[in-house]
């Protein structure tokens, strides 16, 4: 089995890169918040159509999503980001949202390494996730993690993590 121990499960405070106190926290507690959040996502920053459009909409996907592992990272009562792991028993699907007023701020790569800190604690064998290979922000981001490229799909990549072995 490989040792995750250095990955900080939530919850856990840092500042990030702008001096904001940010903290993470298991599951979605504040609903209404983080509607607030992807209400307010920037409309150039979704991919894949996602996070969708409309707080019905946003509602409707929160409810699916909130059946997978989640955690949210917070800036006072203001989500700030946002990531899940969903599927099935031995795979799970990464999937990430960071507000753009909190990107590159270390805000992202602390979400990844706590979620998959808190899969790892509940079992969790294998993480995948798709991103397009232009976004390399992104993809080194994952491969900091340990995620490595498994194939490319049209214009998305699939990246693979093994998190027990």
């Known amino acids: 089995m490989t040792d995750r121990s250095p990955w900080t499960p939530p919850p856990r405070s840092f500042a990030d890169e702008a001096g904001r106190s940010i903290r993470i926290e298991r599951g979605i507690d504040d609903r209404a918040a983080l509607v607030g959040m992807y209400e307010s996502y920037a409309p150039h920053h979704r991919a894949q159509g996602l996070p969708p459009v409309g707080q019905a909409r946003i509602e409707e996907w929160l ?96 990246m693979t993590l093994a998190l027990q072995e």
């Open 63 to 158: 409810d699916t999503v909130s059946e997978g592992l989640n955690v949210v990272a917070w800036h006072g009562d203001r989500a700030v980001g946002h990531s899940a792991l969903l599927g099935g028993a031995d795979d799970h699907e990464l999937m990430i949202f960071v507000h753009q007023n909190y990107r590159l701020s270390g805000t992202g790569s602390r979400l990844i390494r706590s979620l998959l800190a808190y899969g790892y604690a509940q079992g969790v064998e294998t993480v995948w996730l798709c991103v397009r290979p232009s976004n390399t922000i992104a993809v080194s981001l994952y491969e900091s993690v340990g995620f490595e490229r498994a194939e490319e799909r049209g214009s998305d990549l699939e």
